[in-house]
Nanobody, 125 residues
């Protein structure tokens, strides 16, 4: 069974950085595109980014482009989301999920499966 577990969330001041991790168990992560999504209080979940199976390519939502980066370590079955220059608008629960390689580029949650439980990110002074 495909399982993903997020970690690395926390409280950070505006302008700060956090590194989220998404660890997989039960399957080889390098067979799947991994996406990050977030949900702010009272808002719908939105796509943040996704990374190709090899890690060569990544796509980002306009709201985070230039501030967030993704990487993956397939040997450790882990994907990371590096978040820099954080803003209060980045606050929310962050989730990772998987999809198939031919879906790469989509940031629509309906295209993803095996959602983790989420990790809270709070950007506040």
């Amino acid at each position: 069974q495909l399982q993903l577990v997020e970690s690395g969330g926390g409280l950070v001041q505006p302008g700060g950085s956090l590194r989220l991790s998404c660890a997989a168990s039960g399957f080889a992560l390098d067979n799947y595109v991994i996406g990050w999504f977030r949900q702010a209080p009272g808002k719908e979940r939105e796509g943040v980014s996704c990374i190709s199976t090899t890690g060569v390519s990544a796509k980002f939502a306009d709201s985070v482009n230039g501030r967030f980066t993704m990487s993956r370590d397939n040997a450790k079955n882990t994907v990371h989301l590096q978040m820099d220059s954080l803003e209060p608008g980045d606050t929310g629960v962050y989730y990772c999920a998987a999809t198939f390689p031919h879906i790469y580029g989509s940031l629509h949650e309906d295209d993803f499966f095996s959602w983790g439980q989420g990790t809270q990110v709070t950007v506040s002074s």
